[in-house]
């Protein structure tokens, strides 16, 4: 029986369930005090059994005391942590809004994908709170914060246009009260720098290059890194080759496809110097490219797309709390309401995607050549991993690079999935990155034989620029083959039957 509401938690009142997940359930709530006055918030609750887990409990309480630390316009604010009947919580920021996978998987299907200008927009914002994060300090000591877990899943946008960042549950800090152990990984595979592939010692850096993941997916609305397995994906990271997003949207100048290249650099003294820096430099393309800021505002397009959504939420809130006139701003999980293309859109009409292009080398930001490979692919949202085992020698070699003259050579196929709903809220334990280990405990050979165990296709997802997500069926040439020789062979038997005298 679905549980009603309102209900009472210690001096909150839940309003509605938005979501639950592995380990924690997540409401609308709001608390209440004298002469009338309320505050909207959001309160995630540990799920009973977890509550005896004291490894995540740990992980938990440095969530709330990290992110506790954190005031910022473009970072989601901790209010409160605390334990009630043996349950632990933690009352958040009410953002009414989406994360940024639901927001690219739903303009998608709308034909509405986010500009160019806005795509660089959302990225601006997300920087400036990931600096603040990285050069916090705390009682005259840094905080020396790395997120390690940025991607679109843990980036919210609200239906008001504001961008923030969330989900410091797995960030490092120098006041975290428990440490990872040597040789495991957190964070999602396919948005690890290299750096943190292979298991070194982390800087503000590592956080820029999975922010320029983001961006670079949001331009083209391809995954970057993601491949058929783990295993494949890491080695991704740490030795494809990128192409410049120019060669899958038109509209991207020359100068913009140096900014972000830099930032996906392999070596991480190739990149920019910090977030700042990355910020700066986007923040003078823009003003110098978007000449009609009104056009670029993230709130008319968050309405539009949203506009059946919201009127849901808020009549479900009203329904529990009367008060409710559509306060605050909370990252809902619900599948969007199904919209049907318009052919009259043109501006936010989605690119048709080009065959597979060539690889050929380009110019990576400060001048490093580098080579582009594209395997576009999509994920549901992805628990970070966990692996003690070190990595094969062939993880360790550097990403190779080409002289301008080099042939490029044949290009792959590309291969299309459908894609999953995603959970931001929840990032496993056991998906955890240790990065103040030795360098030499780094990651995945267990993954080698995981992938020789694992089956050739396991439905992984794919973004693509076709306006929808599309479900392709994992295909065999062999089988096809085998099928196709087969039914040759019946036909020629019927054939022989009906000719014979």
């Known amino acids: ?30 608390t209440a005090g004298a002469e009338g006055f309320e505050k909207d918030i959001v309160i995630k609750r540990i799920l009973p059994h977890f509550s005896e887990d004291q490894a995540f409990v740990k992980m938990f309480i440095d969530e709330a005391s990290i992110t506790a630390k954190l005031q910022h316009a473009n970072i989601v604010q901790i209010f409160d942590f605390d334990v009630i009947d043996g349950s632990y919580y933690i009352a958040m920021e009410y953002i009414e809004g989406e994360d940024l996978s639901a927001v690219l998987k739903d303009g998608q299907a709308a034909n509405q994908p986010l500009s160019v200008p806005q795509c ?76 943190q592939a ?4 982390l800087d503000g850096r590592s956080d820029l290059f999975a922010l320029a993941t983001v961006l670079w997916e949001m331009l083209t609305l391809k995954r970057l890194f993601l491949r058929e397995s783990d295993f494949e994906t890491l080695t991704a990271v740490l030795k494809d080759p990128i192409d410049p997003p120019s060669r899958l949207r038109p509209g991207i100048d020359q100068e913009l496809d140096d900014i972000l290249m830099t930032a996906l650099e392999k070596d991480r003294d190739d990149r920019q110097k910090n977030v700042e820096e990355f910020t700066r430099e986007l923040t003078r393309w823009y003003y110098k490219t978007v000449t009609d800021f009104e056009a670029e505002k993230l709130k008319p397009h968050m309405q539009e797309l949203y506009a059946a959504k919201i009127r849901r939420i808020r009549a479900e809130v009203a329904e529990a709390d009367p008060s409710y006139q559509g306060r605050g701003s909370q990252v809902v999980r619900e599948a969007p309401t199904e919209r049907r293309p318009d052919p ?24 490093a050549a580098v080579e582009s490979r594209m395997v576009p692919r999509s994920e549901p ?6 692996i003690e085992e070190p990595v094969p020698e062939i993880l360790r070699a550097a990403a190779p690079r080409r002289a301008h003259s080099d042939p490029p050579p044949v290009p792959e196929p590309s291969l299309s999935r459908q894609a999953a709903p995603v959970d931001a809220f929840f990032s496993s334990p056991a998906t955890m990155m240790e990065d103040d280990g ?30 929808r997500y599309r479900p392709e069926e994992p295909r065999s040439k062999t089988a096809l083959i085998l099928i196709l020789a ?16």
């Not at 022989?496 to 005298?501: D, E, G």
Request: proline share 8%; hydrophobic share 40%.
């Open 438 to 467: 030795p360098s030499q405990a780094e990651v995945l050979a267990a993954l080698q034989a995981e992938r020789r165990r694992a089956a050739p296709s396991d439905g992984v997802p794919d973004l693509t620029l076709n306006g």
């Open 381 to 386: 949202s992805e628990p970070a991993m966990t």
């Open 1 to 30: 029986m679905a549980p009603t509401f309102p209900q009472q938690f210690g001096k909150y009142v839940l309003l509605r369930k938005i979501a639950t997940g592995g380990m924690a359930e997540i409401f609308q709530g709001k």
């Open 344 to 367: 009259t859109h043109s501006r936010h009409r989605p690119h048709r995607e080009d065959p597979p292009k060539r690889r050929a080398p380009v110019r990576g930001g400060r001048g």
């Open 120 to 195: 660089v927009w959302v990225t601006m914002e997300l920087a400036k709170g990931l600096h603040y994060a990285h050069v916090k300090e705390h009682k005259g000591r840094p905080l020396n914060i790395i997120h390690r877990d940025i991607s679109p899943h843990n980036a919210m946008i609200a239906y008001n246009g504001e961008v923030k960042l969330m989900d410091f549950g797995i960030a490092k800090a120098a006041e975290r009260s428990t440490k990872t152990q040597a040789g495991t990984v957190k964070g999602k595979v396919a948005y690890m720098s290299p750096e």
């Open 486 to 501: 087969f039914l040759m062979l019946v036909l020629g038997g019927i054939i022989a039957f009906l000719v014979a005298p």
């Open 198 to 201: 292979r298991g070194k010692n």
